[in-house]
């Protein structure tokens, strides 16, 4: 559940935090299959089965051809509680996680079963590169070009891929929910004009678009030392891999430079309701690896300021790309109008600092104010929106008011 330059933050203490811690079908052939035992062993089974639920899995083949895996929560414990059609729910996660991070909690605490019991239709995607979306019809995930991709591609390729399956699967438009990353992507890609036509609303936690502000330690360090671009060019490291020996070695030796005493706390914020035994599972089965370029892209934002494409810091390569010398920004007062949107933001975050919040509100100040809702947790923490027991009473339950109002 990280984030940017943060996502810098969010490797370096989570991976010293592992350290330390014992704790549709696709007509060509695809690569890197999974094997009858991680089927057997997949989210559904791990995370889903076992609480009630029924469970399905399906794979979305993107349009350059990475193989997400995308799973469906069809209805509540109890059933078909709406009797017939139920409105579809995205949830989309952050960097350096996986699908899984919506289903820690219980059911009582975790949005994914939140909304299944309340009668939606549940979906939870898994961005390329994560366990089970790590494959690609002619690309192996062990050479360079299966990992030559920024959040670029996830704004171009990935949500559009896993809207359109479930909208086809549907034949409804869809609620999103996106976390961290999953809000950049959302609102990167609604800018461009994507989506619009297949999204009922948008719901933005500890949404990111600015990092001007982020104040955690290990983020900033990281950030500054242009840690993306080192890693790339003279490691020639294109997987991020957090769990990977190279990069534990030289993440802990970051903690040299601060204090990574407390680190969840170090570099998310003051986190006021995580359950020691949910962070167990969230050290079980997260972190997940992500391309080296989406650092470096990440680590951008933190360093410019504004919020643009990748920069190949070479102008003749991003004329090749781009048109022109400098990369393009995206514009989020281009985002509709008229779209139902549902922020959700804390005064603890250190990650989604209030002031960059404020930034990235500023920026939708035209929208119509009958289709912005403002959802302030002064005690939140970046974890708290998605991990935090306290979740339901404090915020899941406007998220659903707001869509049955939409």
């Not at 994560?130 to 171009?156: C, G």
């Not at 920069?311 to 090749?320: A, L, S």
């Not at 991990?387 to 869509?403: E, P, Q, R």
Request: include cysteine.
């Amino acid at each position: 559940m990280a984030l940017h330059g943060f996502a810098c933050a969010m490797i370096v203490a989570s991976t010293l935090l592992l350290l330390s811690t014992d704790l549709g079908p696709v007509e060509a052939r695809i690569l890197n299959p999974l094997q009858s035992s991680e089927i057997d062993e997949g989210p559904c089974k791990l995370m889903v089965h076992s609480r009630g639920y029924k469970c399905e899995e399906y794979e979305v083949r993107t349009q350059d051809d990475y193989i997400l895996q995308i799973q469906r929560i069809p209805e509540g414990r109890t059933g078909d509680k709406n009797g017939g059609k139920k409105q579809p729910v995205l949830l989309q996660h952050g960097i350096l996680m996986d699908g899984i991070t919506w289903l820690l909690n219980s059911p009582e605490e975790s949005l994914a079963f939140i909304l299944a019991d309340n009668g939606f239709d549940v979906w939870i995607a898994n961005t390329r590169g994560t366990k089970w979306s790590q494959r690609h019809v002619s690309l192996d995930s062990s050479t360079r070009e299966y990992w030559a991709w920024s959040w670029d591609e996830l704004v171009m390729h990935d949500l559009p891929s896993n809207v359109d399956f479930v909208y086809s699967k549907t034949g409804q438009k869809l609620h999103y929910v996106g976390h961290s990353l999953g809000t950049l992507v959302a609102l990167a890609s609604l800018s461009e004009g994507n989506l619009v036509d297949k999204l009922k609303s948008a719901v933005l936690l500890s949404p990111v678009a600015y990092l001007t502000h982020m104040t955690t330690p290990l983020g900033i360090l990281c950030a500054r030392a242009f840690v993306g671009e080192i890693l790339s060019d003279l490691l020639g490291m294109a997987e991020f891999n957090p769990k990977g020996e190279i990069i534990a070695s030289f993440l802990k030796e970051a903690c040299r430079h601060v204090d990574c005493y407390d680190l969840m706390r170090t570099f998310t914020g003051k986190n006021c309701c995580l359950n020691a035994s949910t962070v167990e599972l969230f050290l079980k089965y997260e972190l997940q690896p992500t391309s080296t370029k989406t650092m470096v892209h990440l680590s951008q934002i933190f360093r410019g300021g504004l919020l643009t494409k990748y920069n190949y810091q070479n102008e003749v390569k991003n004329r090749e790309n781009y048109g022109q010398s400098e990369p393009p920004v995206y514009n989020i007062s281009n985002v509709p109008h008229d779209l139902p949107l549902f922020i959700g933001y804390g005064g603890q975050d250190s990650i989604s600092d209030e002031r960059d919040v404020n930034l990235l509100l500023n920026d939708l100040k035209f929208h119509d104010t009958n289709k912005l809702k403002i959802h302030y947790v002064n005690n939140y923490a970046h974890i708290d929106f998605v991990m935090g027991i306290s979740a339901k009473m404090m915020l899941y339950n406007d998220v659903i008011a707001f869509f049955n109002l939409v």
